[in-house]
C-alpha cells in the first residue's frame, strides 16, 4: 500500500493482453466507486490512466484548531477486454492518498514521505542530523506529523514544557526549541498544509502589521426637493457597494538555514489558517481563521549572505472584511 501524493500526477497502467480491444478503469475512494472510465488499447499495447486529478476532488483538508489526519483510501483497477467484452487480464492497487506534492527532480508517480525513514511529515535538518528540530514559543503545546510504516498519517502531541518528543513510529527523537517571543506579544501561529499533505505549524515570533482596505462605487445623487431646496446635511457623492479586506504582515523572527523549506511551503500552499486572540473579545479566547498567501515570490536567504535568516510574510483574510455570506 503505497502513500500517493495527489497533487502530482499519479500513473496506472497495464499491458492488454494479445486479444484486447479495450481497457476498463475504476477508482473506489473510501469504499465507493467513483469513477469509470474506459479507453480502447491495441492488442499487447500499454493503458494508461492519470488518477490523481479525479481522486483529489474527494479530499477538501479542513482545520478549526483540531488536527485530523485526512487521507483518502484508494483502490484502482484495471482490466483488459476483447471486442466481445470477455476479459483479458486485470491488476488491482491500493493506496493512502495524501494532499501532497513532489517536485519535478522528485520524479513521476511520488510517494509520501518521498524519502526513506525516518517518516516525518515535516521538512527536516538534512541528513546526517540525528534528531528533528522546530521552533515554539515558551509555555505553548503543539503537535507534529508523522507517518506509521504503514503509510498512515498520524499527529503527535508535546505539552507546554516538553523539549522534545521520543517514543513515536517517526523513528527520530523530535527536539523542541521554545522561543521567547514576549517582547512582541505571544508570537502568531499559521497552521498550513504542506508539501507532505499534513497539517504544520509555523510560528511567527516578532511584530504583526494589521491594515484594512476598502473598494466601493460612488454616484452624482440628485438632493432637489419638489420645491426646489436641498438639505446641505444630506450627501450628493452618494457611496455604495462598499467592500473591505483585512490584511496583515507577520515577521517570522530567526531560523536556521535549513528552514527554507518550510517558509517555500507555507508560500505554495493551497490551505493557510491563523490562530489568534479574538480581536474584540480579548478574555483569552482564540480563533482560527483561514487566510491566504499574497506573498507571490520568495528569496531564499543563507547565513553567508544574509547573516541572520528572517522572513516577512503578508496574508489576506480569506474572506470579505464586511460580512456579505447570502
Not at 476479459?87 to 526513506?116: C, H, K, R
Not at 445623487?221 to 438639505?231: D, F, L, M, Q, V
Not at 444630506?234 to 467592500?243: E, L, M, R, S
Request: with cysteine; aromatic share 14%; hydrophobic share 35%.
Amino acid at each position: 500500500m503505497a502513500a500517493i501524493a495527489l497533487r502530482s500526477p499519479q500513473y496506472k497502467y497495464i499491458t492488454a493482453g494479445a486479444n484486447s480491444a479495450y481497457a476498463i478503469c475504476t477508482i473506489t475512494i473510501d469504499g465507493s466507486l467513483k469513477y469509470t472510465l474506459r479507453k480502447e488499447v491495441a492488442p499487447s499495447e500499454t493503458a494508461l490512466f492519470e488518477i490523481a486529478e479525479l481522486c483529489r476532488d474527494f479530499l477538501d483538508i479542513t482545520f478549526d484548531g483540531t488536527y485530523t489526519a485526512q487521507t483518502l483510501t484508494i483502490v484502482t483497477a484495471i482490466n483488459a477486454y476483447t471486442g466481445s467484452d470477455s476479459l483479458v487480464n486485470g491488476t488491482q492497487w491500493t493506496d493512502i492518498g495524501y494532499d501532497a506534492y513532489g517536485t519535478f527532480m522528485e520524479g513521476d508517480n511520488p510517494t509520501v514521505p518521498f524519502t526513506s525513514l525516518p517518516n516525518t511529515l515535516f521538512e527536516r535538518e538534512p541528513y546526517p542530523a540525528a534528531d528533528a528540530e522546530i521552533y515554539v514559543p515558551v509555555g505553548y503545546a503543539g503537535v507534529v506529523a508523522g507517518i506509521t510504516t504503514a503509510g498512515v498519517m498520524t499527529y503527535y502531541s508535546y505539552t507546554s514544557n516538553q523539549s522534545e518528543i521520543i517514543g513515536t513510529t517517526m523513528g527520530v527523537r523530535v527536539n523542541i526549541n521554545r522561543i521567547d517571543c514576549t517582547k512582541y506579544g505571544d508570537g502568531h501561529k499559521i497552521t498550513f498544509v504542506n508539501k507532505f499533505g499534513a497539517l504544520q505549524d509555523i510560528w511567527f515570533f516578532l511584530k504583526t502589521v494589521y491594515t484594512t482596505s476598502k473598494k466601493q462605487e460612488q454616484f452624482q445623487r440628485n438632493i432637489i426637493s419638489s420645491t426646489g431646496t436641498y438639505s446641505v446635511n444630506q450627501h450628493t457623492k452618494q457611496v455604495f457597494n462598499t467592500t473591505a479586506s483585512q490584511k496583515f504582515t507577520l515577521s517570522s523572527g530567526y531560523y536556521p538555514e535549513w528552514c527554507n523549506q518550510w517558509f517555500e511551503q507555507l508560500m505554495l500552499s493551497e490551505k493557510v489558517w491563523l490562530t489568534r486572540n479574538k480581536l474584540y473579545n480579548r478574555i483569552d479566547q482564540t480563533e482560527v481563521v483561514p487566510v491566504n498567501v499574497t506573498k507571490s515570490s520568495m528569496v531564499q536567504k543563507t547565513s553567508l549572505n544574509d547573516k541572520l535568516i528572517e522572513y516577512t510574510f503578508d496574508f489576506e483574510l480569506s474572506a470579505d472584511y464586511i460580512n456579505n455570506i447570502r
